[in-house]
Structure formats: C-alpha cells, structure tokens
C-alpha cells in the first residue's frame, strides 16, 4: 500500500462514516477501528500517519508484534479476536485499550482471576452471536443482557464498557440489518454500556445507521 492509498482509502472510509453518521444524529461521534490483521507495522505507520490512531489486531502474537514494531508512536491498540486461554496473560501484558470478543463465561472467569494476579483492570465488550451462526463465537442474545450484569457485578477487574457483534453472514440486506438491530437492543438493556461495536468494511454504513458507536474496518482500509 502506497501513502497515497492509505490517504485515499481513510478518506473514502471517513466520508461514508460521516454520510451515514450525519443520517442518524448530528452530535452522534462514531469511532473508527482500523483492523490491521492482513497487512503488515509499515502499512499501520502508513495510516498512522494519515491521522488513523485506534488500530486492532485478532490475534495475541500479531498484536504484540505490531506494538513492538511500532513502539514510539501513540497508537491506541484493541484485540477483536477469540482468546485462547493460554493467552490471556500474554494479552494482558500487551494492556490493549479494549478487548471486544469476551465470548463466554469460562473465558470470563479466567480472565478476571489472572487480572486479579497482575492488579490490573482491562476494557472488554461482550460479544454477542446477533445472526444466531454456529460458525461464530459469543453469547446468544436470549441471554446477553443477563450475562452482561452478570460479569459486570462477578468480575470485578473486567471492566465491561458494552457490546460486540459481527453482522449476519448473508448477501441479504435485510438479514444484516436485522442481526444490527437485535444488537443494538441488547447494547440498549445493558446497563451503563457505552460502547456498541458492529460494522465492517462490507456493512458499516448499515451497522451506523443501526445505532454503531464503533466500527472494525480492515479490508477497505489496507487495500
Ligand atoms: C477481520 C475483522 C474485522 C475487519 O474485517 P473487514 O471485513 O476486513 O473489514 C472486523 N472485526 C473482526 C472481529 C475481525 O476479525
């Protein structure tokens, strides 16, 4: 990726940002997440420097790599995939700014303990299979909201700032659109939840005008 497509494709990516945003809300502020997991610490510096400051990666050894990497500039790194057990110290240590894929209560359980082992806190999202898919990770949306208050007041070094969904697998506008709204309305019963993260290159504009506070975007970004 050359600068000029980091600068062209930030650009395209924030004016359909701003398109839909402006469609929903004037004062609504929707953060852009820049998932850097195919590409490589030269092309993140590309559009670090194209003004892109929050970037996530899926895996723990990819994203203590790039944060090694790119250790001098202040970039605000986030974890978006399923966290094997066995990495949860090692994804601690990293102190990502949030960790959107907190898929079940085992994982929850442990992850509390070994924060509590190492003093420290980390921001989390709970991830929620909206479209109902066995393919994917999280908690089912009958009992999101009660998992949600249930980790929150448990796991007391989690700190829950709300909800993370991948959008219906379909070429179905509608399915899409409907997987977003059953997210939203979890994100709108979980009490002091801040954060509703669903979107990605091929359905963010529908995640926004569905309520999205926080889009994941890898594919139209590092092209
Ligand atoms: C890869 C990934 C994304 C970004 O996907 P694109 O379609 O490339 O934008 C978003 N969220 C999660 C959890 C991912 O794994």
């Known amino acids: 990726m050359t600068k000029e497509n980091a600068i062209k494709n930030l650009d395209e990516v924030i004016t359909k940002i701003e ?32 003004g892109q400051r929050a970037f996530g990666e899926n895996k723990v050894q990819d994203l203590k790599i790039k944060q090694e990497a790119l250790d001098d500039l202040p970039i605000a790194w986030h974890f978006v995939g399923s966290l094997q057990k066995n990495k949860i110290n090692n994804l601690i240590d990293l102190s990502p700014v949030l960790m959107h894929s907190l898929d079940s209560l085992d ?9 509590k082992a190492k ?3 980390m921001n989390c999202l709970l991830q929620v299979n909206s479209a109902c898919e066995d393919s994917k990770s999280g908690f089912s949306k009958d009992e999101a909201i009660d998992m949600y208050h ?18 219906a697998h379909s070429e179905d506008r509608t399915q899409i659109i409907e997987s977003f709204k059953t997210t939203k309305n979890i994100f709108d019963n979980c009490q002091g939840a801040t ?29």
């Open 119 to 121: 003093n420290k806190k």
């Open 195 to 223: 954060i509703c993260s669903m979107g990605m290159s091929g359905d963010f504009e529908m995640a926004i005008l569905e309520g999205s506070s926080m889009i994941r975007v890898g594919s139209a970004l590092f092209k």
């Open 107 to 115: 994982l929850a359980e442990d992850l509390d303990k070994k924060l």
């Open 150 to 167: 249930k980790i929150k007041e448990k796991y007391t070094n989690i700190n829950l700032k709300g909800i993370m969904s991948i959008g």
């Open 19 to 50: 398109f839909s945003r402006l469609q929903v809300d004037n004062h609504k502020i929707v953060q852009l997440v820049a998932i850097s997991k195919y590409s490589t610490a030269e092309d993140v510096q590309k559009l670090y420097e194209s």
